[in-house]
């Protein structure tokens, strides 16, 4: 417990282990190598509640805190990190479609997203670039009562096994930048949509790809926000999934430090535990310090949100630091382990597994640059 996790919480992160424990750790190598998402897996989170519990009863949610959703994010990331996408898909999408849909469009995509039926995808980046965002090229035409949707996303996590995609195109002029962007919810069964899958380094089993859309025609009350607004209302959502992904990570993190502990105070060298040489447990004791605080950073980071109080900075301080910190200690745990820890396994996986965030969600650069505009202003931090 921690001035964050309350005896309630407390309980839902218990649960939440018990079923990662049982349900999603088994599959954890295997999904490596089949690179295919558990949809019965998926329906079990959502039967048993764990899937966006922040979202109001009437879209299927349990009208929970974000911080529900940050504490069973990081039990199923601790079972497998490709897994508890689910998690954080369904907790930035649900968030964008409750807050900016048409009601009578997203409830039924909501209640399936809850129930574990659905699974959405986002989709910002294209080919030229990921980091300038706000300067995307996706055309976007209306048409009449649609949108017509020309051109290709890629590197997006889940491309080709989403339902639905929560994609951002270009209504208003190239120099409009960020002000000529509007978001659309794209069922990935529409006519003129085609996929295709990478071969990642890792989080192998959720996977990322592009989405190519020739003439796809979506009906004007898909879209999210206002037209050439969907990049400054919609965006407001990756402060939250910044700090899920902050706890995800470092529940990797935590996990590989457990295992790692007792493996050095198992194993011998020179007639003593591994644990016993400075060398050995000082890192470690060094890396469970670092941690426990931005575990704490996060947390607090969701409690800022579920108080309305602002936390822009904190999320992409959650979102640079959490991703390289867990590298580097999965990385360490792993060399504790000798030859044993360079085979293939849990701890190599990991360490694949964790280092996607370095670059997914966007780059420590453009976090540090968030942070150096909210504490200089725009006009100080232009890029
Ligand atoms: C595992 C994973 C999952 C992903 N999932 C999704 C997803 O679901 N949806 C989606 O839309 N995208 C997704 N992406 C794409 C990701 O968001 C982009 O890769 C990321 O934003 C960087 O864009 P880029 O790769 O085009 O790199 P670039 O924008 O080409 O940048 C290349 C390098 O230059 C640096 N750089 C760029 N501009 C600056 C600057 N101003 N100052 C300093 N350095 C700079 C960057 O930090 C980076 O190191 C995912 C990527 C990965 C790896």
């Known amino acids: 417990m921690n001035p964050y996790i309350d005896e309630d919480l407390q309980a839902i992160g218990e649960h939440a282990r018990r079923f990662a424990n049982d349900r999603v750790a088994p599959g954890f190598l295997e999904r490596d190598d089949t690179r295919v998402l558990d949809r019965t897996l998926m329906r079990e989170m959502g039967e048993l509640g764990f899937i966006a519990p922040e979202l109001p009863e009437a879209y299927g949610g349990q ?25 954080l898909l369904a907790s930035l999408n649900g968030q964008i479609l409750s807050q900016h849909g048409k009601p009578e469009v997203v409830k039924p995509w909501l209640e399936r997203l809850t129930r574990g039926d659905a699974l959405f995808a986002i989709a910002l980046t294209e080919p030229r670039g990921g980091s300038d965002a706000g300067n995307l090229r996706l055309r976007v035409e209306r048409v009449g009562d649609e949108y017509v949707i020309n051109g290709e996303k890629t590197s997006i996590s889940a491309a080709d096994q989403a339902d639905a995609t929560v994609v951002f195109g270009r209504t208003g002029s190239v120099e409009s930048a960020a002000h000529g962007v509007t978001a659309l919810l794209v069922p990935m069964d529409l006519p003129g949509v085609a996929t295709n899958r990478f071969d990642c380094h890792g989080q192998r089993a959720i996977g990322r790809g592009s989405i190519f859309f020739e003439n796809v025609r979506v009906p004007v009350d898909h879209r999210l926000g206002d037209e050439n607004k969907g990049f400054v209302q919609v965006m407001q959502g990756f402060d939250f999934s910044r700090a899920l992904i902050g706890l995800q990570v ?11 502990w007792e493996y050095v105070a198992e194993r011998e060298a020179f007639g003593k535990p591994l644990s016993a ?31 309305n109080l602002p936390h822009t900075a904190e999320a992409a301080m959650c979102k640079w630091w959490a991703p390289k910190l867990s590298y580097d200690v999965i990385h360490q745990c792993l060399l504790m382990f000798g030859h044993g820890g360079y085979d293939r396994g849990v701890m190599e996986q990991r360490l694949r597994d964790v280092l996607g965030f370095q670059i997914g969600d966007g780059t420590a650069q453009i976090m540090k640059t968030i942070i150096a505009r909210t504490k200089a202003g725009r006009a100080a931090v232009p890029a």
């Open 250 to 260: 470092l529940a990797v993190a935590k996990v590989a430090l457990e295992e790692t």
């Open 63 to 87: 009208g929970m805190g974000c911080l529900a959703a940050g504490v069973i994010h990081e039990e199923i990331a601790r079972a497998d990190l490709s897994i508890s996408y689910l998690n």
């Open 277 to 307: 040489f400075q060398g050995v447990s000082h890192p470690l004791a060094d890396y469970e310090t670092q941690v426990a605080a931005a575990r704490l950073l996060c947390l607090q980071t969701l409690w800022s949100k579920d108080h």
